[in-house]
């Protein structure tokens, strides 16, 4: 319990960091940009978010417990050198990409500050945050990653005020960001010259890993596509509307994810007898945190964004109380993902999970804010989410049976292996 608590402490504050990064500078933003120029940088960094996803190439996932059941510093090197050739290799094909979608997202007059939002969010798939999580390093994440974005966007707030020029912010975000890898980069314990990785090497490495990029992407698919439908299909009102109800649920997701950075190794390090007990509390944990987080949602959501964004721009009640539903299985899934059933190798059910939302989500998402608005593309996500946890329930309710009736000290199966399922 202590090293947990302690764990808490350290990533915990994380994400109070991360949540008063973007305040210092959105509020800004909100009201300088109008209704049109909001919704279009929203949708630029929700095109960017998904590129992230498709840069980190499931390290997110993946690094963690590789990190936290490798002891030697070499070995735990050698990993997150093979990760930084992955996700710098796929950045080279995605950005364009992501720059393009955000042009053609934007509306007119506001092409270049949302193409940049697009590459600010994209840039964050190559972060070495997962890295950190594994080796229960909270403080290099504040230090080289989180206290930075709180300058750069508290320059940028300034800035923008002074210039009304929309493209600062995403433009500091850009260089902190690439500045703060490389600075981590060249301190990873552990750091020795190791053979350069060639074309075969790096193909391996894609195909290896292949399962669990597609689940991060597919998961983050139906999470990213409302805000840019929305703005294509919707008056500026409405979407504008939207994206601020989107921005608090962008902000709800940093807690449940930071908890179970901080339960990830923590529940490893038990072996089978006590993995069974912390995976008990923990999963309870994510229950009561996504039930507050409905509660604070449909309460409070409305008012709060009227205050951060402007009353131009205010989250209705409808579209706040459904997002807080999905806010419940998000922070659920998180914990079955992340420390139930990815440790486990259980990866082939995580894709067929993510998967059955994407496939259901997208499409659902597009015809239901057509037919609906904005709170059309709560509801489906909502309906992506009940679908996922839905084809989750049965290996996760496995899994815990099967921990709760194995014993031994040594570390949980498959954590150490390749995590392919």
Not at 75 to 99: F, T
Request: with cysteine.
């Amino acid at each position: 319990m202590r090293a947990l608590l302690g764990r808490l402490a350290g990533f915990g504050g994380l994400p109070l960091i991360s949540l008063i990064t973007p305040l210092l500078v959105l509020p800004v933003i909100g009201r300088v940009a109008g209704s049109g120029g909001w919704a279009s940088l929203a949708a630029g960094e929700s095109i960017g978010t998904l590129g992230g996803i498709v840069i980190g190439y499931g390290w997110n996932v993946s690094g963690p417990p590789r990190i936290a059941a490798e002891p030697d510093a070499e070995r735990r090197y050698a990993l997150y050198r093979q990760s930084l050739v992955v996700r710098g290799a796929v950045a080279s094909l995605v950005l364009p990409v992501v720059v393009l979608l955000s042009v053609v997202a934007a509306r007119a007059g506001y092409e270049l500050p949302t193409a940049l939002m697009g590459v600010s969010a994209s840039v964050t798939g190559l972060s070495f945050a997962w890295f950190c999580v594994g080796a229960g390093d909270p403080r290099s994440i504040a230090v080289f990653e989180a206290v930075p974005r709180v300058a750069a966007a508290a320059a940028s707030a300034g800035l923008i005020l002074l210039t009304r020029q929309l493209v600062v912010y995403p433009a500091l975000a850009v260089s902190v960001s690439l500045v703060g890898i490389v600075l981590f980069s060249r301190r990873v314990p552990g750091r020795r010259p190791l053979p350069r990785t060639r074309l075969p090497q790096l193909w391996r490495l894609l195909v290896r890993d292949r399962g669990l990029a597609a689940i991060d992407i597919a998961g983050s698919a139906y999470g990213s596509v409302p805000v840019p439908v929305v703005n294509a299909v919707a008056a500026p009102v409405l979407a504008s509307s939207y994206a601020s109800a989107d921005k608090l649920y962008r902000f709800g997701q940093f807690v449940p994810i930071t908890l179970a950075n901080a339960f990830q190794s923590w529940t490893v390090e038990a072996g089978r007898a006590g993995r069974s007990r912390r995976l008990r509390f923990a999963l309870l944990a994510h229950g009561l945190l996504g039930a507050t987080g409905w509660l604070v949602f449909a309460v409070a959501g409305p008012w709060v964004s009227g205050l951060l964004f402007g009353p131009e721009v205010r989250a209705t009640a409808a579209v706040c109380f459904w997002l807080g539903a999905a806010f419940v299985l998000l922070s659920l899934r998180t914990a079955v993902v992340r420390l139930v059933l990815v440790p486990e190798g259980k990866v082939r059910i995580v894709f067929a999970a993510t998967m059955a939302g994407t496939l259901v989500g997208v499409p659902a998402i597009v015809v239901l804010t057509s037919l609906a608005g904005p709170v059309g593309a709560a509801w489906a996500l909502v309906l992506s989410e009940v679908l996922s946890a839905a084809v989750l329930a049965s290996a996760t309710a496995h899994e815990m049976r099967l921990a709760a009736r194995t014993s031994g000290e040594g570390p949980s199966v498959g954590v150490a292996g390749d995590l392919r399922g």
